[in-house]
């Protein structure tokens, strides 16, 4: 029997209750992919909006099958060197009964798999927002599909499978501020650092085309982040998945709140945009914290990552990295600040007994843990992000041609616009019909 599998005649028993709750979650955590969609698609230019969403939508095929064929058994499978797992059994989820149990839970091993497998689709997707209006959607089919393979599989056994390194060193991550957020952010930075600045950056007004689609896509990436994050703890016997329920939403207002106010005092306006990108930025900070911090804590987790945010977005103007839609600002920051704040937060109760500085570790031994699997994690993933980059630029061809980014990426990529303005005037046969407009009043002043 390979490692993870447990027979349902055994204990625990399976719960109907238990499953029934992780498959919502797991629909809960696709549709996260595609709020993050129309999150980042209101975000570019409206030459831009369609392959933004692509992007992101593709990730939900590719990742999908890549998964099923070889990407659980490489997560979850059975150790190997602390690195990456392998079981035969998992390769095509061939060798797993209908009534086996993930080890030690009351749920299926499909139901686990299943729920991992909207971590693994949502987490290249994230990444795509740093490159946005100038990457060639083949190459990018193929870039995540290189990329799912040699860096989120491997990153997922090291912090949460059996024998992974992060794992056994007691890095505590309850639903992915390495794996997923610091991941996909040190990528983001460093495929950018190949590819390079879009045309205009810095001298090109490049503003959201749409903030009401932002606004939905963060409130849609809200709302499936319960499942994200409370459904990690597996099941709902006990009151861990509750906290971590209440402190998503917590960290998230508090994340906000300070957005905005670094907004107020630095900009003089408190904008949408701050609001939608303020939230996003609690929802990372608490998805590795929430399981082991009080509601306080939270509250003091979601209002400095809200605040360091805010500031990093624009670190890229300083250093002159384009990530387009602040995928390392949010991200990369969020993940770090959330992951990081475990080792001074951690109460010794709720996902793990592990205390923090400030309930009691005067020896920072959490502290020290989390930093390893902060800094482990982001090296590799922005070194090898950045050669798979390279590799594939080198091939195929990363960018699209400056002409192209120019005329609109949308069209060039996809055949297709987000809007047709074509009868934003109207028609012939209206103005035929229309009724002659009447005329000005003489001497009547018209405001423009």
């Known amino acids: 029997?390979?490692?993870?599998?447990?027979?349902?005649?055994?204990?625990?028993?399976?719960?109907?209750?238990?499953?029934?709750?992780?498959?919502?979650?797991?629909?809960?955590?696709?549709?996260?992919?595609?709020?993050?969609?129309?999150?980042?698609?209101?975000?570019?230019?409206?030459?831009?909006?369609?392959?933004?969403?692509?992007?992101?939508?593709?990730?939900?095929?590719?990742?999908?099958?890549?998964?099923?064929?070889?990407?659980?058994?490489?997560?979850?499978?059975?150790?190997?060197?602390?690195?990456?797992?392998?079981?035969?059994?998992?390769?095509?989820?061939?060798?797993?009964?209908?009534?086996?149990?993930?080890?030690?839970?009351?749920?299926?091993?499909?139901v686990f798999a299943v729920f991992q497998l909207m971590f693994a689709i949502i987490t290249p997707a994230l990444i795509s927002g740093a490159l946005a209006d100038r990457v060639k959607f083949t190459a990018w089919a193929l870039f995540i599909a290189l990329w799912a393979t040699v860096v989120y599989f491997p990153v997922a056994h090291w912090v949460w499978g059996t024998g992974g390194w992060a794992f056994d060193l007691g890095v505590i991550d309850f639903a992915g501020g390495t794996a997923v957020h610091i991941n996909a952010g040190a990528a983001a930075l460093?495929?950018?650092?190949?590819?390079?600045?879009?045309?205009?950056?810095?001298?090109?007004?490049?503003?959201?085309?749409?903030?009401?689609l932002v606004m939905l896509g963060a409130g849609l990436?809200?709302?499936?982040?319960?499942?994200?994050?409370?459904?990690?703890?597996?099941?709902?016997?006990?009151?861990?998945?509750?906290l971590m329920f209440l402190n998503?939403?917590?960290?998230?207002?508090?994340?906000?709140?300070?957005?905005?106010?670094?907004?107020?005092?630095?900009?003089?306006?408190?904008?949408?945009?701050?609001?939608?990108?303020?939230?996003?930025?609690?929802?990372?900070?608490?998805?590795?914290?929430?399981?082991?911090?009080?509601?306080?804590?939270?509250?003091?987790?979601?209002?400095?990552a809200g605040l360091l945010c805010a500031m990093a977005v624009g670190l890229k103007y300083r250093f002159g990295y384009d990530d387009s839609l602040d995928v390392v600002g949010v991200h990369l920051v969020g993940g770090i600040v959330g992951s990081v704040l475990i080792g001074f937060f951690a109460t010794g109760g709720g996902q793990s007994d592990a205390a923090g500085v400030f309930y009691g570790d005067h020896t920072f031994d959490q502290l020290w843990k989390q930093l390893a699997g902060v800094g482990g994690v982001l090296a590799y993933s922005l070194i090898a992000s950045a050669i798979l980059a390279f590799l594939v630029d080198r091939t195929i061809g990363m960018r699209v041609s400056e002409d192209d980014e120019v005329l609109g990426i949308d069209q060039v990529e996809h055949a297709e616009t987000a809007y047709d303005f074509s009868g934003a005037g109207g028609g012939s046969s209206a103005r035929n019909t229309a009724a002659p407009a009447a005329p000005a009043a003489p001497n009547r002043k018209v405001d423009a």
């Open 1 to 110: 029997m390979p490692p993870g599998i447990t027979l349902a005649a055994d204990t625990p028993q399976l719960s109907a209750a238990n499953t029934g709750f992780m498959l919502l979650c797991s629909a809960l955590v696709m549709l996260m992919t595609p709020g993050l969609a129309f999150f980042y698609g209101g975000m570019v230019r409206v030459k831009s909006t369609l392959n933004m969403l692509m992007m992101s939508f593709i990730s939900l095929g590719i990742i999908t099958i890549l998964w099923v064929l070889y990407g659980f058994s490489v997560a979850f499978g059975t150790d190997k060197a602390s690195l990456f797992g392998w079981d035969s059994d998992y390769v095509g989820l061939s060798g797993i009964g209908l009534t086996q149990l993930w080890d030690g839970y009351t749920i299926p091993v499909y």
């Open 190 to 212: 460093g495929v950018i650092l190949v590819i390079g600045k879009r045309v205009g950056f810095k001298k090109d007004p490049m503003r959201p085309h749409s903030l009401p």
């Open 221 to 242: 990436l809200w709302f499936g982040w319960f499942g994200f994050n409370a459904g990690s703890w597996l099941g709902n016997d006990d009151g861990v998945g509750a």
């Open 248 to 304: 998503t939403q917590v960290a998230t207002a508090a994340a906000m709140l300070a957005w905005l106010l670094y907004e107020k005092v630095r900009h003089g306006a408190c904008t949408t945009l701050g609001a939608a990108s303020g939230a996003v930025a609690g929802l990372v900070a608490v998805t590795p914290s929430g399981g082991s911090v009080s509601p306080l804590g939270a509250i003091a987790v979601g209002a400095i």
